[in-house]
């Protein structure tokens, strides 16, 4: 199914690796000790920090599920890799917002690795989905939170 496509580019894909084998290589077993430390404290029905432990196990091993996941359905996208003169995934574009001088350039990226304060923004965003398959020159309209802005794409790399 496509929504279960995860499009990471190769930057991306090491990262959740590196994520990945830290929470299973070091998080794991510091967990599994801290809960033995806990279990030696004897009654577990009143011991917090039992408590504690399993419940944090529990958001651990989720989150080891949901990157081994997300590795298993992730899709590599490289900069630059959609059609010549059209935004896409990869794509660097530069827009200038009506009534505006100075320019912004996004990079548009999967969801997984949107980061909107330095200019990495998801395909799946306002932003992102109005500007895909766009040209050069075009003026796209985007529906923010604070109203409609237009911009007008003025580089596509």
Known sequence: MENDKVYL???GLEKLRQELDDLINVKRPEMAARLEHAIKQGDLSENADYQTGKEEQGF???RIKELEIMILDAVIIEEGSAPKGEVGLGS???VVEEGEDAP???FIVGAAEADPTNGRISNESPIG??????????RVKVQAPAGEIVFVIR???
């Open 104 to 106: 912004e350039t996004f």
């Open 9 to 11: 580019t190769p930057e």
């Open 155 to 157: 580089a596509i790399k």
């Open 129 to 138: 989905q109005a500007l895909m398959a766009r040209k050069l020159g075009e």
């Open 92 to 94: 660097h574009v530069t």
């Open 60 to 62: 651990l091993e989720g």
